[in-house]
C-alpha cells in the first residue's frame, strides 16, 4: 500500500489528506513545522468550485455552521461611487454557495475530520522536510527535522510519493528548484486582520473599493450573534510602502509573515472611506488585531513534478490575494492530485497526469493576479474618472465590466456552467477496498 507524506498542515495539506482518504488511500502522514498546528491569518472567500468539493468530502454542513454565505460583491470607486454589484454563489447561477469563513475554522474542520478518518496519529506535530530529492527510480527522499521541547533531532524516510504542501515558502519546491531564491516582493504592504462588530455596522454584503494606489476589502464572515447581533468582520488593506528604507528592508518584509502592527499605522489613509453605510476606520477601529504582510508571490515554473514528488496549494503557484483564489485553488488542487493517483497505478504517471491538468491553469491565474483580475475595475475607474462620476456607464460600459468578470471567471474555471456540472475528482482506487483499516502513524 502506497505510503504518501505530505509536507504542510495548513489548507492545502489537510485537505489533500482528506481527498486521499476518499479515493481509498490509507497510508497518509501529514507532517506540520509547527507544534500545536495553531492557524495564523484572519478570513478568506472560499469561491463555488471549492465548496462543491469540499461538499463532496462531506464537510460542508460543518463549515457552514461557522461561516456565512457570500451573496453579494460589490466594488466601489474611492469617493463612495458604486462601480458594480455581482451576486454570487447560489444567487449567482451556482449550485454550491461562496463562502466567507475565518482560516481559523475552515482549518478546524479539516483537522477535525482528517483525525476522525485517518487517525490521530495522522498528523505529525513538530516535524518539517528540511530538504528532498529524488531518487534513480523517482521515489523521494527526505530529510525531516522535528522538536519535542528542546530537543531536536532529524530522520530520513523514502516514502512512495511525497506531496509538498508546505507554503510560499516550500522547502519541498526550494528543494526541487535550487537556487530560485526566496519570494519576490512588489513593494505593496497589506494589513489585515478581523473585527467584532453589530452587523447593522457592517452591511450584508463584500466590497473592494479604492483607485490604483490603494484599496480596502471589507466583509462579514458569520451571522449575527448575542443580543446586539455581532458579527466577525474580516478586512484586508493595501497601499505601497513608503518607508523610505523600504527598499533595504526587503528582506526583513519578506522573513516576516505575521507582523503585529498598530491600527494606528495605517488608519489614517483611509480616514473618509465610507461606502453605502459601511465606515473603514470604522472597522478598523474595532479590530482586536492588526497585521501587515508583503504582497508577495511566486513566479509560475516550468514543471512541478519531478518522478513521485510534487506540489499543491502555495507552494505550487503562490498569487497575489486577489479573486479569493489562494485557499480555493489549494483545495481543488487537492482532489485533482488525489483523483489522479486513484485511477493511474503508477504514481509517476498520477503526478504527471495531475500536474498536466492543473498546472497550465494556475499558471493563467497567477498571470490574472499580476494584472489584478476583477479588481482592474478599480483602477479603471480611478484613471477614467479620478474625481468621481454619477453615471458609471459613461466611464466603464456594463458589457466591459461583464467581460472582465468572466473572462476572470473563465480562467479560473469558476464559471457556473463549467462548476455546476459537478465534481470530476469522484474516482477511488479499484484494488483498495472502502474498508480498509486505516493505518497511520509518525514516520520515523
Keep these: 500500500m502506497l505510503h504518501v507524506v505530505v509536507a504542510g498542515g495548513g489548507i492545502a495539506g489537510l485537505t489533500t489528506a482528506l481527498a486521499l482518504h476518499a479515493a481509498g488511500f490509507r497510508r497518509v502522514t501529514v507532517v506540520e513545522a509547527a507544534r500545536t498546528g495553531r492557524p495564523v491569518g484572519a478570513g478568506l472567500n472560499l469561491m463555488p468550485n471549492a465548496v462543491r468539493e469540499l461538499d463532496a468530502l462531506g464537510l460542508l454542513d460543518r463549515l457552514e455552521a461557522g461561516a456565512l454565505r457570500t451573496r453579494e460583491l460589490r466594488y466601489y470607486h474611492r469617493s463612495g461611487g458604486l462601480i458594480s454589484r455581482e451576486p454570487r454563489g447560489t444567487g449567482a447561477g451556482y449550485r454550491w454557495p461562496?463562502?466567507?469563513?475565518?482560516?481559523?475554522?475552515?482549518?478546524?474542520?479539516?483537522?477535525?475530520?482528517?483525525?476522525?478518518?485517518?487517525?490521530?496519529?495522522?498528523?505529525?506535530?513538530?516535524?518539517?522536510?528540511?530538504?528532498?530529492?529524488?531518487?534513480?527510480?523517482?521515489?523521494?527522499?527526505?530529510?525531516?527535522?522535528?522538536?519535542?521541547?528542546?530537543?531536536?533531532?532529524?530522520?530520513?524516510?523514502?516514502?512512495?510519493?511525497?506531496?509538498?504542501?508546505?507554503?510560499?515558502?516550500?522547502?519541498?519546491?526550494?528543494?526541487?528548484?535550487?537556487?530560485?531564491?526566496?519570494?519576490?516582493?512588489?513593494?505593496?504592504?497589506?494589513?489585515?486582520?478581523?473585527?467584532?462588530?453589530?452587523?447593522?455596522?457592517?452591511?450584508?454584503?463584500?466590497?473592494?473599493?479604492?483607485?490604483?494606489?490603494?484599496?480596502?476589502?471589507?466583509?462579514?464572515?458569520?451571522?449575527?450573534?448575542?443580543?446586539?447581533?455581532?458579527?466577525?468582520?474580516?478586512?484586508?488593506?493595501?497601499?505601497?510602502?513608503?518607508?523610505?528604507?523600504?527598499?533595504?528592508?526587503?528582506?526583513?518584509?519578506?522573513?516576516?509573515?505575521?507582523?503585529?502592527?498598530p491600527v494606528e499605522t495605517f488608519l489614517h489613509h483611509f480616514e473618509g472611506w465610507e461606502f453605502d453605510g459601511v465606515s473603514v476606520p470604522g472597522v478598523l477601529r474595532a479590530a482586536d488585531a492588526a497585521h501587515e504582510y508583503p504582497m508577495v508571490d511566486r513566479e509560475p515554473l516550468d514543471r512541478w513534478t519531478h518522478g513521485r514528488t510534487t506540489l499543491v496549494g502555495d507552494a505550487a503557484h503562490a498569487m497575489y490575494p486577489i479573486g479569493s483564489n489562494g485557499a480555493t485553488q489549494s483545495i481543488v488542487d487537492a482532489r485533482a492530485l488525489a483523483h489522479a493517483l486513484a485511477v493511474h497505478r503508477d504514481p509517476a504517471d498520477a503526478l504527471a497526469a495531475y500536474e498536466e491538468e492543473r498546472r497550465p491553469a494556475m499558471t493563467a491565474l497567477q498571470h490574472a493576479n499580476r494584472r489584478l483580475g476583477p479588481e482592474v475595475v478599480i483602477n479603471l475607474a480611478h484613471q477614467r474618472a479620478p474625481h468621481g462620476f454619477t453615471d458609471i456607464d459613461e466611464v466603464i460600459p456594463a458589457p466591459e465590466l461583464a467581460a472582465i468578470a468572466a473572462r476572470y471567471a473563465a480562467t479560473g474555471a469558476f464559471d457556473p456552467t463549467a462548476v455546476n456540472q459537478g465534481s470530476p475528482y469522484g474516482t477511488r482506487r479499484p484494488d483498495i477496498p472502502a474498508t480498509s483499516v486505516v493505518r497511520v502513524g509518525a514516520p520515523f
Excluded: C
Design 98 to 261: 461562496q463562502l466567507s469563513v475565518h482560516r481559523a475554522h475552515l482549518h478546524r474542520v479539516l483537522a477535525d475530520a482528517v483525525r476522525e478518518r485517518l487517525g490521530p496519529a495522522a498528523v505529525v506535530g513538530g516535524v518539517r522536510v528540511t530538504h528532498a530529492e529524488t531518487l534513480p527510480d523517482g521515489r523521494p527522499r527526505i530529510r525531516l527535522e522535528h522538536r519535542d521541547g528542546t530537543t531536536r533531532g532529524h530522520a530520513s524516510l523514502e516514502p512512495d510519493v511525497l506531496i509538498g504542501a508546505d507554503g510560499i515558502r516550500s522547502a519541498v519546491r526550494a528543494a526541487l528548484n535550487p537556487g530560485e531564491g526566496g519570494p519576490p516582493w512588489n513593494g505593496m504592504l497589506v494589513w489585515r486582520g478581523v473585527s467584532r462588530m453589530p452587523a447593522r455596522s457592517v452591511g450584508t454584503f463584500m466590497f473592494i473599493a479604492g483607485d490604483d494606489r490603494q484599496k480596502a476589502v471589507v466583509y462579514p464572515m458569520t451571522r449575527p450573534t448575542g443580543p446586539d447581533g455581532t458579527v466577525l468582520v474580516n478586512w484586508a488593506l493595501a497601499r505601497p510602502a513608503e518607508d523610505p528604507e523600504a527598499e533595504e528592508r526587503r528582506e526583513e518584509y519578506r522573513g516576516d509573515w505575521n507582523r503585529a502592527v
